[in-house]
Each structure stands twice: as structure tokens, then as C-alpha cells.
């Protein structure tokens, strides 16, 4: 049965094998990009539920529209990168969870982001638009599915993926519980490094400060009681990630400088 499974994933791989990044990299996809978005948009549903029930979402109006006017004006950037994701139903979703430092995007753009970040790294919108942008970044550059196709081929088969559900309490299977767990899976970091490059600039880009990419980082380094936040056990840290951002910053300042309104995506609430 095992090697049945292994033979059946070889020749997926060879059928929908490699892709490419936006920064040239070679990707695992053993999940095309339609069908990640189509999975997590279920996947989102059943992630949110919980809150949803407990009345924990988009539930801090101020929180809520100083979230939503970041990520409008960095969406807007976002497509004008990348102009199909236009078709995307982007979303984002604040959740009240103070304890939690963490947030997350699966693929076509549907996000979340805990209160725990903003209050316990006192984030500036710059350093608001950094988090935002890098997990924009992943959406744009397919992370998700790259990070369902590890999943699924890590657990050979719906099979297991299926125990998988089990544990986590999830009433989804397959691909949709792929897509579920996906966003509790680390990034690699080449992942990480393509999404630093492309958030800091979707930031730049739509008016914000892209210095703030360093203090972020520098502020997430240090958050944290017992451990280090949710957020850097699914985004590691890439090689050198300070030095890189703050070479990316003298090309990006100019950006940043533009005089003039910067265009917004508007999300529905
Ligand atoms: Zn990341």
C-alpha cells in the first residue's frame, strides 16, 4: 500500500512536478495554485469558526479598521504586482487573542492576524504594514501551496492526512485540511527570504516606512514570555534577515518618498 502511495506521488511530481517562484526559485507543487485556492477557502471558514462562535472576530472596531486600511493599501499594491489576483476574494480577519503574536495568509489571499501582535510588539502601521506585507508576500508567490504539497507528501496519502484531522479537531479532509494545516507548518527559508523581498516593497509601495522591516523583526525577536511567538515557528529566520531588509532599504526609499494618494483594495468587513 506505502509503495503504491509513493508511485502515485513520483508520477504527480512528474506530472505537476516544479514550479518557479517570482524570485526564480524552484518549488515543489504537487497542488496547483486553483485548487490551494479553492481548498483554503474552506479551510479559512473552519480555521475562523471557533472565534467566530465565541464572538472574537473583527471585534475591536478601532483594531478592525486600522487592520483593514494597511491591508487595503498594501492589497492594491499586491495587484498591481501580480494583476490576476484581482479575481482573488482577498480577506482579512482580525482575532482577539492577546496572548497569541501571530498571523497568517493562505493561498488567494485570505488572511488573519491575532490582536497579540499589535499589543505586545506596540506596532506602528510601518511595522503593521511589514507583517502584513510579508504575509501577503506568501499568498502572492503560492507559499500555501508549496506548503500543502510538503504536507501531503510528507503524509503520504489522504489517509493520514485524515488522523492528522482528528488531532487538530478539524471537520475538513483532504485538501482543505492540507490547506488548514499548512499555515501551522514553518515556511523554509528561501520561503521567507522571497517574502521579506517582496513585503517590504508591497510596503514601500503603499506609503509605509520600509526601516520598519528591522525594528519589526527586532521587536519579534524579543516578544515572547515562555517561548518565542507563533509567528517565528512558522516564519524562521532566514540567513542574515536584518542585514538583507536594510540592504532592500535604500532601493525601497524612494518608493516610500512618492508624494501623492496611495490606491486602496476595498475589503469587505
Ligand atoms: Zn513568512
Given at each position: 500500500m506505502k509503495r503504491h502511495h509513493l508511485i502515485l506521488l513520483v508520477c504527480l511530481a512528474l506530472i505537476v512536478g516544479c514550479a518557479t517562484s517570482p524570485t526564480g526559485r524552484r518549488q515543489l507543487m504537487l497542488v496547483s495554485e486553483d485548487s490551494a485556492i479553492n481548498a483554503s477557502k474552506q479551510a479559512y471558514v473552519e480555521m475562523l469558526k471557533p472565534y467566530e462562535q465565541k464572538g472574537?472576530?473583527?471585534?475591536?472596531p478601532a483594531l478592525k479598521d486600522r487592520v483593514y486600511r494597511i491591508t487595503g493599501r498594501l492589497i492594491a499594491q499586491a495587484i498591481k504586482m501580480r494583476?490576476?489576483?484581482?479575481d482573488w476574494e482577498w480577506s482579512m480577519k482580525v482575532i482577539d487573542d492577546p496572548k497569541t503574536v501571530n498571523a497568517w495568509a493562505m493561498a488567494g489571499g485570505k488572511m488573519a492576524v491575532y490582536s497579540g501582535l499589535v499589543i505586545q510588539l506596540k506596532a506602528t502601521d510601518d511595522e503593521l504594514a511589514q507583517v502584513l506585507g510579508h504575509e501577503i508576500a506568501h499568498a502572492l508567490a503560492n507559499h500555501s501551496a508549496e506548503k500543502m504539497s510538503v504536507a501531503m507528501a510528507s503524509t503520504i496519502g489522504v489517509a493520514a492526512v485524515g488522523i492528522a484531522a482528528d488531532r487538530k479537531g478539524l471537520a475538513l479532509t483532504g485538501a482543505a485540511l492540507a490547506a488548514a494545516l499548512a499555515v501551522q507548518r514553518p515556511n523554509s527559508r528561501a520561503a521567507e527570504s522571497e517574502a521579506d523581498r517582496i513585503g517590504i516593497e508591497l510596503a514601500a509601495k503603499a506609503g509605509?516606512?520600509?526601516?520598519a522591516a528591522i525594528t519589526l523583526w527586532q521587536k519579534m525577536a524579543k516578544v515572547?514570555?515562555?517561548?518565542?511567538?507563533e509567528f517565528l515557528s512558522t516564519h524562521p529566520s532566514p540567513e542574515n534577515r536584518e542585514k538583507k531588509l536594510a540592504e532592500f532599504v535604500p532601493q525601497m526609499m524612494p518608493y516610500y518618498e512618492q508624494k501623492g494618494k496611495r490606491p486602496t483594495y476595498r475589503l469587505s468587513g
Open positions: 472574537k472576530i473583527d471585534n475591536n494583476p490576476d489576483t484581482r509605509y516606512d520600509p526601516r515572547g514570555g515562555k517561548g518565542p511567538p
